[in-house]
C-alpha cells in the first residue's frame, strides 16, 4: 500500500508499505478522504518536534472517512463494506485517567498522525472501539471534518470551575476548530465573538453564528474584545495556535476570565502541560477581604508565624538587616525592625 511519510520537517515521501496486520479486536479501513488539520500543518512544520531528539518517521492525518475492508475475528460491530470514521486519540482504559473518564489524558496516550502513524496511506488499522459508522446523511466531506467538531464538544465539557450560564465566548482563530467552536458556543446558547485575522475565515465565522467579528489587522483587538465582553467575565477559546494570539488571549481577558487553550502551539514550552494535562492555573492578587480571617486563625494559634522572625533591629541598623537578608538568607528567613 502507499503512505505518505513524513521524515524530516517538510520531507515528506510516498512509499510502498506492507498493509497492517489485522488482530482479532481490530479493523481495517480503506481511507477513501482525509482532511487536513492544523495540527497536520504544525506537525509537517516539526513545530511539535523537541529540539536535539531524532525526527520519528511518521504517518500524518487523524481526520478521516473510508470503508471497512476487514475485521478481526471477534469484532461485531462493523462488517466490510461499511462506511467509518476512527477517533485519532488512542488511551490505555486502566491507567488513573482512564478509569475516572479522561481517557484523553490517558498516561499511555497516542494520537494518529502525532505518536502513532495516522491515515495519509491506504490503510488504517484501528481497534474495533474507536470505530464509528458514518450515517448516509453525512457526506465524505463532512465526515473528514468531525475531529474539529469533537475537539469543539470537548471545550465546552472541559472543567471550568465557576462556570456561569451566560458568558461572552471569544473564539480566537477561525479555522475548522474555530468555527466548530463558534457552532457549539451557539448551540449552547452563547454570545460569541470571533476573532481572525483573514477577512474570509472571519466572514464564514458570521455566517456560522458569531455575533461579533473582530480582525486584529483594523486595530486594537483586545481593547474592542474588552469593550464588547462588557464588565463580565469571559471566556476566551484560543485556537489559533501562534505566540500573537496567546498574547491576546491574556489581554482580551476580563476580570476573572477563563481562557482555554486549544492549540498547543500558543502555549510556551514551559506551560504546556496547561493542553497536555489539562491543568488549571490561575493567580492570586493580594490578602484583600482576607485580614479577619488572617486574625483569628493566629489569635487561635491554629496559624504559626513567630517561628518566621529570626532577628530583631532597631531602626538605626536598617542597612545591616537589609544587608544581612541579603548576605544570609538561609538564616535570616524574617527581620524585625524595633522603632
Ligand atoms: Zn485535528
Ligand atoms: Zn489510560
Request: glycine share 8%.
Amino acid at each position: 500500500m502507499r503512505a505518505a511519510v513524513l521524515y524530516y520537517p517538510r520531507e515528506l515521501r510516498i512509499e510502498e508499505r506492507p498493509e497492517p496486520a489485522v488482530g482479532p479486536t481490530d479493523v481495517k479501513v480503506a481511507v477513501r478522504l482525509t482532511g487536513i488539520c492544523g495540527t497536520d500543518v504544525h506537525t509537517y512544520e516539526g513545530r511539535y518536534h523537541p529540539v536535539g531528539t531524532p525526527f520519528p518517521a511518521r504517518v500524518l492525518g487523524h481526520d478521516f472517512v473510508g470503508i471497512v475492508a476487514e475485521v478481526g475475528d471477534r469484532v461485531t460491530s462493523v462488517r466490510p463494506g461499511d462506511r467509518v470514521t476512527v477517533e485519532p486519540s488512542r488511551s490505555c482504559g486502566v491507567c488513573a485517567a482512564c478509569r475516572a473518564g479522561a481517557a484523553n489524558l490517558c498516561a499511555k496516550w497516542t494520537h494518529m498522525g502525532m505518536t502513532i502513524d495516522g491515515c495519509l496511506q491506504d490503510y488504517v488499522v484501528a481497534p474495533e472501539h474507536y470505530v464509528h459508522h458514518i450515517p448516509p446523511s453525512i457526506s465524505d466531506e463532512e465526515a473528514a471534518t468531525l475531529e474539529p467538531v469533537a475537539v469543539a464538544l470537548h471545550v465546552f465539557d472541559a472543567r471550568l470551575p465557576d462556570r456561569r450560564g451566560d458568558e461572552t465566548v471569544v473564539v480566537i482563530g477561525a479555522g475548522p476548530i474555530g468555527l466548530a467552536t463558534i457552532e457549539i458556543a451557539k448551540l449552547r446558547g452563547h454570545r460569541v465573538i470571533a476573532v481572525e485575522i483573514v477577512p474570509e475565515r472571519l466572514a464564514l465565522a458570521a455566517q456560522l453564528g458569531a455575533d461579533e467579528i473582530v480582525n486584529p489587522r483594523d486595530g486594537d483587538a483586545a481593547k474592542r474584545i474588552l469593550a464588547l465582553s462588557g464588565d463580565t467575565p469571559n471566556l476566551i477559546v484560543e485556537t489559533a495556535g501562534t505566540s500573537q494570539s496567546a498574547q491576546l488571549a491574556m489581554d482580551a481577558a476580563t476580570w476573572y476570565g477563563r481562557i482555554i487553550f486549544v492549540a498547543l502551539t500558543a502555549v510556551p514550552q514551559p506551560l504546556r502541560a496547561l493542553v497536555s494535562k489539562e491543568v488549571w492555573m490561575t493567580g492570586a492578587r493580594t490578602g484583600h477581604g482576607s485580614y479577619p480571617e488572617a486574625i483569628r486563625l493566629i489569635a487561635e494559634g491554629k496559624v504559626a508565624v513567630s517561628e518566621m522572625i529570626t532577628h530583631r533591629f532597631p531602626l538605626t541598623e536598617l542597612r545591616e538587616a537589609f544587608e544581612l537578608l541579603l548576605a544570609r538568607p538561609g538564616e535570616a528567613f524574617r527581620v524585625a525592625i524595633e522603632h
